[in-house]
């Protein structure tokens, strides 16, 4: 975990130094008309053959030949997705959002996709071997090439087209490394005979995944055909600020507990406790997080990104509050799959692309800030129900899972009002930048203070999860 989790908030750091530089340079149009493209893009990639590579890892035994088996489905998955980007998509979403640069983007984004085989069979085969540290090297390389790149077309005047190199940048340099590290590369095998259980597997993933798809971009999708690019440049800055914890910081946390929790799928007792640790240890570091940034979005907002970005500064207040409940959802579908029951996650998807879609099209009328409002009125009652349906098969009950989140709650609720207190007695002539760090130095403090008087029960918990290494199976387990 720490190699994996690690090297991710390494390489972010890279990159959202490189980004919030980036943002300074470009304008809000041009992130208008990426997150366009970025509709097409999220779509296509939720049939990229991630999930047959997670059959691969949830697999208990795996041959050479289902390994190359797996190459070729990659291989002819992805070389389709590219040409169905080219020819169809590209240019119906041009005319749906009415701006044709986005089908000359989108074309020339469709090279991702030949590189995802590249990753994804040796991303499979080092997860397996529950060896992070090589994915970890890879991930690094490839991120500072890509901030480098991102940083260059900027200063080179490329305008949105600074948007488009940097993941191409990216993709390749990872395909590259991730390949050398685990050593795939390999003759792939076309004939798919035998292979029925990694494709069903793969499938049920993808399935759950388009409903990831359906409430992860509806916003966009809706909002893209109602704002300007200005503006839905300020409602995506603003949900991409709100989302880096989650987004950035929790997968490569779901990815190593996916490998640990598929080695320990048949001791029910094990996977509950595993995960009850998990969801206390990772929402004690996302809720002052989340609160502190509801907090500080003004200040943040003008000091990071700069004055012409002040009306994101609103929508981050909102959208930071729907966060929680986000990060707690995600946690969720990593620990059912590896109890063999993707389904679950499915079931989960689609009644949340229902509702959260339900939510911006009332919300969109209102601008950005009724898209923010949307998902804290709607994101609540679609994690209600996907506890109510996965706990069970997690093994944990609802009042474990409420009790692991209350110490961090508590803590970040007292801190959140203190900040807020002292952001009132700070005069107005202030600058943003003293007064962000005054008002984050006094959430750290509000925050360790609280939790060493009241909660020390849980930080000795997160220093022995880190700190000591398991001596025997049964600490393995745990």
């Not at 910081?249 to 507990?257: D, Q, S």
Request: net charge positive; hydrophobic share 55%; with cysteine.
């Amino acid at each position: 975990m720490i190699w994996r989790s690690g090297s991710q908030i390494l390489a972010q750091l890279v990159q959202w130094a490189s980004t919030f530089l980036v943002i300074r340079l470009l304008d809000p149009n041009d992130y208008g008309l990426f997150a366009m493209t970025g509709v097409v893009l999220v779509f296509l990639n939720m049939l990229n053959g991630y999930g047959l590579a997670s059959g691969l890892i949830q697999q208990r035994a795996v041959t050479p030949h289902a390994i190359r088996q797996l190459f070729g489905m990659l291989l002819l998955l992805n070389a389709g997705l590219a040409a169905l980007q080219c020819l169809v998509l590209a240019p119906a979403a041009a005319a749906y959002y009415r701006q044709p640069i986005v089908a000359d983007m989108l074309r020339v984004q469709a090279l991702l996709y030949l590189t995802t085989p590249f990753i994804a069979l040796p991303y499979a085969l080092l997860s397996r071997a529950m060896d992070f540290r090589m994915q970890a090297r890879a991930n690094i390389v490839a991120s500072v090439a890509a901030a480098g790149a991102a940083l260059g077309g900027a200063l080179a005047g490329l305008g949105v087209w600074t948007l488009v190199l940097a993941p191409l940048v990216l993709f390749t340099v990872r395909a590259i490394g991730m390949t050398m590290a685990a050593r795939s590369l390999m003759w792939p095998s076309f004939d798919f005979r035998g292979a029925g259980t990694l494709a069903r597997y793969g499938g049920v993933m993808a399935v759950g995944q388009l409903f990831w798809f359906a409430q992860s971009q509806a916003d966009v999708f809706i909002a893209g055909r109602n704002f300007s690019p200005h503006s839905l440049g300020i409602y995506t800055e603003a949900l991409f600020l709100t989302q880096i914890f989650v987004s950035k910081i929790v997968p490569p946390l779901n990815e190593v507990a996916f490998s640990a929790y598929a080695r320990i799928q048949h001791d029910h007792a094990a996977v509950a406790a595993a995960f009850t640790r998990s969801v206390r240890i990772i929402m004690l570091a996302a809720l002052p997080f989340y609160f502190g940034l509801s907090v500080v979005a003004e200040p943040l907002v003008l000091t990071v990104m700069g004055d012409k970005w002040r009306e994101t500064a609103p929508v981050v207040h909102l959208l930071a509050l729907a966060m929680p409940f986000m990060t707690l959802q995600v946690l969720l579908q990593p620990a059912c799959d590896a109890r063999g029951r993707p389904g679950i996650g499915v079931r989960n998807g689609a009644f949340g692309a229902g509702m959260l879609a339900i939510g911006f099209i009332l919300g969109v009328r209102y601008g950005p800030t009724g898209l923010a409002a949307a998902w804290i009125c709607a994101y609540p009652i679609y994690l209600g129900f996907s506890l109510w349906r996965s706990l069970p098969v997690i093994g944990a009950s609802f009042q474990a899972v409420a009790l692991a989140i209350v110490p961090a709650l508590v803590a970040a609720a007292v801190m959140a009002v203190g900040v807020a207190a002292v952001d009132r007695l700070i005069p107005a002539s202030i600058t943003p930048l003293p007064r962000l760090l005054v008002l984050t130095a006094s959430g750290a403090a509000l925050y360790a203070g609280w939790l060493g008087l009241f909660a020390r029960t849980v930080l000795r918990e997160v220093f022995t999860t880190i700190s000591k290494r398991p001596t025997d199976s049964r600490n393995a387990k745990a």
